[in-house]
């Protein structure tokens, strides 16, 4: 059966649709209107070897605040979505991704539980045409959307356009590797009975 899920969320500020696939082969066809934001999600449906189609028509006229942000929040509850019961999976996974000097440590647990960490800090307020800043707000708003605590830690600072795409495609590995099955998991990987 494959994973997958849709989303559509149409508000005053953007309107999103974007479809998901966990089992996929990394296609991307992604269009936000900030082209470094898009380089970083085409950067995580590679590595995560998702299928990932966003389409986002935001008010960028004002800033990338709420494209990107919000973008955060419908890739969220797309993972949701797709995992579904999460019955077979890993639940964990980690990866620490070099990126030329930069060395990044992502750390996930699809828990059902939200929380967000990162020491991560950009030496730029703005990396291409996205705000550093958005980094963070991205990947919180997928955490609590999500129900995953998502750890980041940076182990070698240095460029931000590197540190980002550490960041995302360390993402990418360490989810890939909490939703992959194990055939030794015949229900959900806790104590509790659910995730």
Known sequence: MTREASIERNTKETEIKLKLNLDGTGYSDIITGVGFFDHMLDGFARH????????????????DHHTIEDTGIVLGTAIKEAAADK?????YGSCILPMDEVLVLCAIDLSGRAYYSSD????????????SEMVREFFYAVAVNSGMNLHFKVLTNGNSHHLAEAMFKSFAKALDQALSRDERI?????TKGSL
């Not at 995560?48 to 800033?63: E, M, N, T």
């Not at 019955?87 to 639940?91: A, M």
């Open 87 to 91: 019955k077979g999976i890993r639940r």
């Open 120 to 131: 991560a800090e950009f030496s730029c307020e703005k990396i291409g045409d996205m705000s």
């Open 186 to 190: 015949t229900d959900v990987l806790s």
């Open 48 to 63: 995560g070897l998702f299928d990932l189609c966003i389409r986002v028509h935001g008010d960028l006229q004002v800033d």
